[in-house]
């Protein structure tokens, strides 16, 4: 079981003993350009605890880590935080080498890891505000509900002061690396996570905020399941996220569009122009070179979007299609907007653009369309859309 | 009798129905669901329920 995987001291207790997934680019439709680690950790209580596994294929690494600490048959408790595959995949196969006295989850946790693994592995669940003696350490649960599964929960290590926070305050980033300190990308990244896993659940997130602040825990370290373990920058994670969740507009427009002769693609830069020219800050994202998940990325520290589709067979084109029903379903809140296309015949889409953004809760101005290609009047238009945009972003910053 | 929708995970609370599995019976409108009671697929409380539209 010993291999060439070390695992890495986080305090004088307390291990990681993660995997680091450097292939990964496509995590359930978000994409992580920069590969992602799955982290587990080990705390040497007299009675060695294992807090979340990794993704199933994973599982050798983590068991070669573990092993250059201690014997993972001597691990006598695991505590799942959260039921997602990336965390739990290794569960059933380190269950069955290393027989711990217990298994233990939310009571959500519980029903989600049987209805992932379909065994007969009597995972106990704690409650909310729970502590367990591991022998010499102490550690308390408490309950994440919907951040970001029904499941979630942090486990906290009293003494040393470590939240295991599962996926909150994470990020997709593999690197030899383990702490924020260490990884000058962190930020990017934890910015991306947020909008991406997050942002559907940011009252929620508030309101986490809210009880952990007034639970009088003072964490000296975060150590998330995916990503850097923040040693250095735990309060600001920690205030960063209250902004994020708080979705202010800020003085950034996100342009996306696609286009299948370009018109599109010129009323997009002409709205952009009009942004730019009143003081917007603008980004302008062709869909054909960029992601859904930058796009939502883009869009958390922004205030406008404007979103272009020509018509293709009375439908909107579908890699817009593709990015409106992500961002509809990331429930952004506090946007100004527009919808603008090219068509040919009847122009079907936009309507069906409008309708999306209203349906999303964007402020709209007047939308514009053109038939075949712009003609001067048409990029006026779009300019002064941008324009109109601009001043909406203004009055809704105040 | 107005239904109630779950904003983190979708669940509809259809008063026709209630919840029997944790106490609440058929017919129940959302103000008489007591305030303790959780959504029955995520476990969120009242206060993260909207009218549905």
């Known amino acids: ?398 | 009798m107005k239904k109630y929708v779950c904003t983190p995970c979708g669940y509809v609370y259809d008063p026709a129905v209630g919840d029997p599995g944790h106490g609440v019976p058929p017919g129940t409108p959302w103000e008489k669901v007591p305030e303790d009671w959780s959504c029955p697929v995520c476990g969120v409380g009242k206060d993260m329920f909207e009218p549905e539209s």
């Open chain 1, 1 to 398: 079981m010993k291999g060439p995987f070390q695992a890495v001291k986080v305090t004088d207790k307390v291990y990681w003993v993660g995997a680091i997934d450097w292939d990964i680019r496509d995590f359930h439709g978000y994409a992580t350009s920069r590969g992602t680690t799955y982290n587990a950790y080990l705390v040497m209580a007299d009675k060695p605890t294992l807090i979340d596994t990794v993704k199933a294929p994973f599982t050798d690494e983590m068991l070669s880590r573990i092993s250059s600490v201690c014997d993972p048959k001597s691990i006598r408790t695991i505590v799942s935080n959260h039921s997602e595959m990336d965390h739990s995949g290794a569960l059933p196969r380190v269950i069955e080498l290393i027989k711990p006295e217990k298994v233990l989850a939310s009571a959500m946790g519980v029903k989600a890891l049987n209805a992932h693994f379909h065994w007969d592995v009597p995972v106990q669940a704690v409650k909310d505000g729970e502590k367990l003696d591991l022998g010499g350490e102490r550690l308390a649960f408490i309950e994440s509900r919907m951040v970001h599964w029904p499941d979630s929960m942090f486990s906290y290590l009293e003494g040393a002061g470590v939240l295991f926070s599962n996926d909150g305050f994470g990020m997709h980033l593999a690197s030899s690396l383990r702490f924020d300190d260490e990884t000058p990308e962190r930020y990017d990244e934890a910015a991306k996570y947020y909008a991406n896993i997050l942002l559907p659940f940011s009252d929620i997130v508030l309101a986490l905020l809210d009880k952990l602040a007034k639970s009088g825990l003072a964490p000296k370290m975060i150590a998330p399941d995916h990503g850097p373990i923040w040693r250095q920058d735990a309060a600001k994670i920690v205030s960063l996220w209250g902004e994020w969740a708080r979705q202010k507009p800020r003085n950034k427009a996100v342009v996306v569009f696609d286009t299948m002769w370009g018109s599109t693609d010129k009323l997009a830069r002409a709205a952009a122009e009009g942004l730019i020219a009143a003081g917007v800050k603008t980004l302008v994202m062709p869909l054909r070179g960029n992601h859904r998940s930058d796009v939502a990325s883009e869009l958390l520290e922004a205030g406008a979007l404007l979103v272009g589709s020509p018509t293709i067979n009375k439908q909107v084109f579908p890699t817009v299609a593709d990015v409106l029903s992500y961002l509809k379903g990331l429930r952004r809140k506090n946007l100004v907007g527009a919808a603008f296309g090219s068509y040919g015949w009847a122009g079907e889409s936009l309507k069906q653009v409008q309708d999306a953004l209203t349906e999303m809760g964007v402020a709209t101005v007047e939308p514009v369309k053109c038939q075949y290609v712009p003609d001067a009047a048409a990029l006026d238009a779009a300019y002064g859309m941008g324009q109109k945009v601009a001043a909406r972003l203004k009055e809704a910053m105040r």
